[in-house]
């Protein structure tokens, strides 16, 4: 995960390290404000942290980044929202699939 504006994020860092899910950890982490999401325990509202991107490594080496919009089916509005009742994990997210193995976004 790297934080910075997605359209700005035009390669994968040098820096980057990725990892698989095992038996006892997740490889994106979870809790509130741990990974890509906030939770507001007052509203129960799920809430994506602006700035947080997800970078994947695919089993073909290629690359992508992604990053979550919204938790909720069909992406309300905060004044429309409401978490006990609005369908929660359908996510609406933005991605780029890099299919060639650089690791430059076009």
Known sequence: M???VF???KEVPETATFSMDTET???IPTGSGNGWYSY???THAIKPIPG???LLQTASGNYAKVEILSYYK???SDEALDPLTD???TYT???VLQPNGTTIFE
Request: aromatic letters at 8%; hydrophobic letters at 40%; glycine letters at 12%.
């Open 2 to 4: 790297v934080d910075g």
């Open 7 to 9: 359209q700005e994020i």
């Open 25 to 27: 950890e997740l490889a």
């Open 40 to 42: 507001n325990s007052t």
């Open 52 to 54: 947080k991107v997800i």
């Open 74 to 76: 069909g992406s309300p």
């Open 87 to 89: 369908v929660g994990a």
């Open 93 to 95: 997210f933005q991605f």
